[in-house]
């Protein structure tokens, strides 16, 4: 049953909440603060990692009126309920008896101990009242102290983070991973709060009194299902450990009553794992209990190799390993010994635990960087490596360890060990079950092997099996038994019996020691002596004991019952068995003996010796001679004193008979009941022999299914050394094939390993393999070959020299660097020898041709910056010429052209006067539509001017390019004459661009009209369109291109094509191949500009001799389907309402005569004829030729104006914008249009809201329509 323990009477306790918080950011722990409930006996305690971080005022300040309860840790001060304890800067504080431990003490920020020192120490004081809260940014700091308070039965939480998730706690090294509940912090304090009351209330109700649990058996039954649900038996558990246990799991899972844990321990299947993973929780570390592994380091392992040859095995299991820090300490304790020693025996550690999780953690060999606080700095740079922030054991400690899940309890144990550690384990068993385990380490270990135990564990009840080494250490010694106890396993409830000695052999190697014993002895009794063991076996005879050895017939004995004497055998059975029960020495004296046809009597003494505690016992026995026995023909009859005497002696010698006989009888009853008792012993043993023989044939089958794992290990194996072969061979190839000369060589720079190459470097062959380089010779001079590798060594820095091989003139760049093993272990260096004989001549001769190119150059340079700069100074003239001429061209043809237009419009003014003056105004008719011809011609003058600048305003609409064209191709079919065939090539599904379709015929027109004139006799001109997708490769080197869907519209003709020097320059402004006067030069760039402002691009190709193809490329518009642009059609109905509408609007604004506009513009004519035209609508209009003249108009009458119309360009200082801004400010929202002969303006956006901008030159109906949907627009508004 489960162990009873002492009760202790109930103490009421307050409990008590320790955060964990880095100190750097308050935010989460200010918010439990505040949050905790107020109704709970609770006391705070605040662990901070970086204390000198938190500011102390602002602490204060954010905790409101809880500062109130904010006390700093005095050390002696008992820890009151309801205080808020804040620890002291450069102090570290412990907790004894309830009470405050502080002590100064210089430790790096944030090192390990702030946290997990403290948690530990309040987890011992303070039992299960203890709640550990770790808050996020802490790092790895806190798992010591998290395990221990669950340890304790306390209750253990975090803060939920990102970090925090499921998938990474399973990987995770931080105290998060450890805890019983991760939660988001707005459920923190009501976790605590319900925690607390739950523990008030367990406290009051005594709940948890051990009698009434004892009574109803209900620990019993937990462990019960405990057994079945894991497999692994807690009935010989501690029942104070168990109880409290189970106490935490109550808390954990929120019931009150023993009884309602056991129904939710029955009813949940996973409460069991748990329960199961609680009882588990070990707390351990590297070098636990420092001065017990120094104990073991200089007393314990040392003995440990002592007679061990290279055969030999060196066998530690260590017991409840855990997480595996302890055997790993171990095994680098072992390693350090080796490295000592000449001869080293094969070294192996069985690391066990029934906690499988914790192994999987030791197997891996992967910790926190924290355990560089347990650990010198030596053994860490030794023995692990650094990967991230964790230190991972090295492969050579991994190997040396085996973990397996093991119980102590259920499974038998591991044998011919060397060392046993079994530390705070025994702890938590009964001492029942502690008295049953102690021989089975017994027979587990070798001779002379040791054992290790916990502070709190001992072998005092089997001290017959073990003798201290150091008590205080609690480190002991196998004892010698003479007989070899066998215990019982499974170590299992029930199935205990007492331990029974096997088979004895003779200890030979003390047979000199007991000689030597027996020697002493037989110097006070002389004569003839004998030594045998507890079997009587002989161990010893003297030179005079032959006289009472008479052998039997039969095979031979060394037992000295069969040897002795057959008057002598009786007795000397008894005082054997006499001597060796009362353990004392025996005495017979005057025992008759036949001796040599003699009757003689013989005293006999049995004396038992023992030469240690560790030795078995044995017997000595010593013959002494007594007086000679006269026979019965020799007594006369006259002798009566003598007959009187021999009839005493017969009545002697009867009465002796008589004992003998008694107890030969007593022997023999005793021995048959021993007989029976052995015969039901051996009838159980048969038939536990026969269960063994069942669980043999099932372990034959288990050996089978084993033996089939291990072939598929072994073909894995095989497998893996057919992979290894594999990539040695293609190692050695890649070698070979580089042709670069390496050699490795070890730390003590002996010849470990080189590459074919190397042979031509030194007089190497392959035995010298193993060999110090320094015994090889060198073809080359290399000196320094040893004193680098040996630099190489120490600073772990490659080294690089060149070389040169005196007799061929071949010259090598050596690199001398590291040679690091799998497990970045420095093993020795490598050295390359690359030859850079080519490469050394090239660079020669390169140096060589240089100076003399520098020599050459000395004179070159002047020459060729004079020629340089003549040339550039030359070219920017010429440049500067050909503008100019082209500029001329433009400005003569475009004077030209400008002056045929004035001349019209001046001419036909003429004639209108006239005709009025003669009274014919009827046909001024004509000359007022050549007059409009003219302007409109100037017009779009003007526009291929800015188009060229790329200045233009564009009146950008969806086009149907497909359609365009189609519309265009009688106008195209016309310009370019009978003598040129036109093809259209058009596809069906093109899709939209958004552009202004009257550049695009512009465009194509000119493109046409160039084709014609490349084609003087005639050929074929073909416009094709089609869809395409353009990359990031095909508008590399387009400014502002994109890739994306375009639409192309190739125009191709079969004319005279152009060479590569005129393509390249076909899109410069004012460059042109046609003859002086013919053309300016300004449509292909035109073309550029225009393709370019609608976001496309173009490009040009050309065959002189075969023809040219310029491809525009315009943005596809995803909305604008042809389908889609087609004008909505519109019923007559429509169409009258929406005239209706209009005009309605129009009658309204030319009624409205209280509409002001004022008009401002410099250039006289066209003010009076804007603000005539606004007078003839129905407009009160107002007039000022300059920006000032508006402002003083607008200030000096009053003057609420509808509408501001204003040149953009105005004199005297104030041009129209700003004109505008300053209206606006008097009269907000004031409608603005502004008219320019400008279009960068527009460009630029800056057209603020309630304004709109029109271009010169204009026609009096574009400028009412403009007034009339600015005026029509406020109005709606």
Not at 192 to 199: E, M
Not at 1046 to 1054: N, P
Not at 1080 to 1086: A, D, P
Request: with cysteine; charged share 25%.
């Amino acid at each position: 049953m489960l162990a009873d323990a002492e009760e202790t009477e109930a103490v009421n306790k307050a409990a008590i909440l320790v955060i964990g918080a880095s100190g750097v950011e308050t935010g989460s722990l200010v918010h439990v603060l505040l949050d905790l409930p107020l109704d709970i006996d609770l006391a705070v305690i605040l662990a901070l990692q970086y204390r000198e971080a938190l500011d102390e005022d602002r602490f204060r300040s954010a905790l409101a009126e809880r500062a109130s309860a904010l006390d700093t840790v005095t050390d002696g001060a008992p820890i009151t309920p309801g205080r808020i304890y804040l620890p002291v800067l450069g102090q570290t504080t412990r907790v004894t008896n309830g009470r405050f431990r502080a002590q100064s003490v210089e430790q790096a920020a944030g090192s390990r101990g702030t946290i997990d020192s403290f948690f530990v120490s309040l987890a011992q004081d303070q039992d299960g009242w203890t709640i550990g809260l770790v808050l996020a940014g802490i790092g790895t700091d806190g798992t010591l102290g998290v395990t221990a308070i669950k340890e304790a039965g306390g209750l253990t939480l975090a803060e939920a983070t990102r970090d925090t998730e499921a998938k990474a706690l399973s990987t995770s090294n931080t105290a998060a991973a450890l805890v019983d509940f991760v939660l988001p912090l707005e459920e923190i304090p009501k976790r605590i709060g319900f925690y607390v009351r739950h523990l008030t209330h367990r406290q009051q109700a005594e709940v948890f009194d051990a009698q009434a649990a004892r009574k109803a058996d209900t620990l019993m039954q937990i462990a019960a299902v405990l057994r079945d649900r894991t497999g692994h038996d807690f009935h010989n558990y501690k029942r104070n450990t168990f109880l409290r246990r189970v106490q935490r799991r109550m808390q954990v899972v929120e019931v009150d009553t023993i009884e309602a844990y056991f129904s939710i321990l029955r009813a949940r299947v996973d409460e069991a794992k748990e329960l199961f993973n609680d009882l588990l929780i070990g707390v351990t570390q590297f070098f636990r209990d420092h001065r017990e592994f120094e104990f073991l380091e200089t007393r314990v392992i040392p003995q440990l190799f002592e007679g061990k040859t290279r055969n030999d095995h060196l066998r530690v299991w260590v017991l409840g390993c855990s997480t595996g820090e302890e055997a790993y300490s171990l095994a680098i304790l072992l390693r350090e010994q080796a490295a000592q020693r000449d001869v080293v025996p094969h070294m192996q550690i069985f690391a066990t635990d029934i906690d499988g999780r914790a192994l999987a953690t030791g197997r891996v060999g992967r910790y926190p960087q924290t355990i560089a606080q347990d650990i010198t700095p030596q053994r860490l740079a030794r023995w692990f490596v650094k990967e991230d922030s964790t230190y991972c054991v090295v492969k050579e400690l991994r190997e040396m360890c085996v973990f397996s899940q093991h119980s102590l309890i259920k499974d038998a144990p591991f044998s011919k060990l060397d060392l046993i550690s079994c530390r705070n384990l025994l702890i938590y068993l009964d001492i029942e079950l502690q008295n049953r385990i102690i021989p089975l380490f017994h027979f587990a270990l070798m001779p002379g092997g040791f054992l290790f135990l916990g502070n709190a564990e001992n072998v005092s009840g089997n001290t017959k099996l073990f003798a201290p080494i150091d008590r205080g250490l609690r480190v002991f010694r196998r004892r010698e038994t003479g007989t070899r106890v066998l215990p019982d396993f499974p170590v299992t409830p029930g199935s205990h019996r007492p331990a029974r000695p096997a088979s004895p052999s003779p200890p030979r190697p003390f047979e000199r020691d007991l000689a030597r014993h027996a020697a002493r002895i037989v110097e006070r009794y002389a004569p003839a002596y004998a030594v045998v063991d507890e079997k009587s076996d002989v161990l010893h005879f003297s030179a005079r004991a032959g006289r009472f050895i008479h052998p039997a017939s039969g095979a031979a004995s060394l037992n000295l019952l069969s040897l002795v004497h057959n008057d002598l055998r009786l007795e000397l059975r008894s005082m054997l068995g006499k001597a060796a029960q009362e353990n004392r020495a025996i005495q017979a004296n005057g025992l008759p003996v036949g001796v040599n046809g003699q009757r003689v009597t013989v005293d006999l003494a049995v004396e038992p010796i023992r030469e240690d505690p560790t030795t078995a016992r044995a017997f000595v026995i010593i013959f002494k001679d007594g007086l000679a026995l006269p026979g019965v023909d020799e007594v006369s009859p006259d002798a009566p004193v003598l007959r009187d005497e021999q009839v005493r002696q017969l009545e002697v010698e009867l009465r002796i008979t008589r004992e003998r006989l008694h107890t030969a009888v007593e022997e023999f009853e005793t021995t048959n009941e021993e007989l029976k008792a052995s015969n039901e012993e051996y009838q159980s043993l048969n038939e536990e022999l026969q269960s063994a023989n069942e669980e043999l044939e099932t372990s034959k089958e288990e050996m089978q299914s084993i033996n089939e794992e291990l072939s598929t290990v072994n073909g894995e194996l095989t497998h893996r050394v057919q992979e290894l072969g594999r990539v040695n061979s293609d190692l050695k190839n890649l070698l070979e094939s580089t042709q670069i000369a390496t050699m490795f060589l070890s730390n003590e720079l002996q010849v470990m390993n080189y590459t074919p190459a190397v042979t031509e470097i030194f007089h190497l062959i392959e035995t010298d393999i193993g060999r110090p380089i320094g015994h090889i010779k060198p073809r080359i001079t290399y000196n320094e070959l040893q004193d680098d590798a040996r630099r190489v060594l120490r600073t772990l820095n490659t080294v690089e020299r060149e070389i040169e091989n005196p007799s061929t003139n071949a010259h090598y760049m050596v690199r001398v660097l590291p040679y690091r093993s799998v497990d970045n272990f420095i093993a020795g260096v490598v050295v390359t020898f690359t030859d850079v004989t080519q490469s050394t001549n090239a660079q020669r001769a390169l140096r060589e041709s240089e100076a003399a190119l520098r020599r050459l150059n000395e004179t070159l340079e002047i020459r060729v910056a004079e020629r340089t700069a003549e040339l550039m100074a030359s070219e920017a003239t010429l440049a500067q010429a050909q503008k100019m001429e082209a500029v001329g061209q433009l400005t003569g043809g475009i004077a030209h052209d400008f002056n045929n237009m004035l001349q019209a419009i001046f001419g036909g003014l003429e004639l209108m006067r006239l005709r009025i003056e003669q009274g014919r105004p009827a046909e001024t008719g004509r000359y007022l539509d050549a007059a409009y011809q003219t302007v409109e011609r100037a017009s779009a003058l003007t526009h291929r001017l800015l188009a060229f600048a790329r200045r233009q305003v564009l009146q950008s609409r969806l086009v149907a390019v497909g359609t365009l064209i189609e519309g265009m191709a009688d106008m195209i079919r016309r310009t370019v004459g009978p003598a040129v065939q036109l093809e259209l090539c058009l596809s069906a599904s093109l899709g939209a661009v958004l552009c202004d379709p009257n550049q695009l015929e512009s465009v194509l027109l000119n493109l046409a009209i160039n084709a014609r004139d490349a084609m003087p006799k005639g050929g074929r001109l073909t416009i094709a369109t089609q869809a395409v997708r353009l990359a990031e490769i095909d508008v590399d080197g387009q400014e502002g291109a994109r890739p994306g869907d375009y639409v192309e519209i190739a125009v191709s003709d079969t004319g005279t094509g152009m060479d590569e020097a005129t393509r390249m320059r076909a899109f410069e402004p004012f460059f042109t191949t046609k003859p002086l006067g013919q053309g300016t030069g300004l449509g292909l760039s035109q073309l550029y500009g225009f393709v370019r402002q609608s976001d496309g691009l173009v490009r040009l190709d050309s065959t002189l001799g075969r023809g040219t193809t310029v491809r525009l490329y315009l943005p596809h518009h995803s909305s604008g389907e042809e389908k889609g642009l087609r004008e909505p059609e519109t019923t007559e109905a429509d169409g009258a309402e929406r005239n209706k509408s209009r005009s309605d609007q129009s009658e309204k604004l030319q009624s409205s005569t209280d509409k002001v506009v004022l008009v401002i513009d410099d250039e006289s004519p066209v003010r009076k004829m804007v603000a005539e035209a606004l007078r003839e609508i129905g407009y009160h209009v107002l007039e000022a030729a300059d920006g000032p003249e508006a402002l003083r108009l607008l200030q000096d009458h009053h003057v609420w104006i509808d509408l501001l119309v204003t040149d953009v360009g105005l004199p005297r200082g104030l041009n129209g914008r700003q004109v505008a801004e300053i209206a606006r400010e008097r009269q907000p929202k004031l409608p603005v249009l502004f008219i320019t002969g400008y279009a960068s303006f527009v460009l630029e956006g800056q057209l603020a809201p309630g304004m709109e901008v029109v271009g010169k030159p204009f026609t009096l109906d574009v400028l009412a329509a403009k007034v009339r949907t600015i005026l029509e627009r406020k109005l709606l508004a």
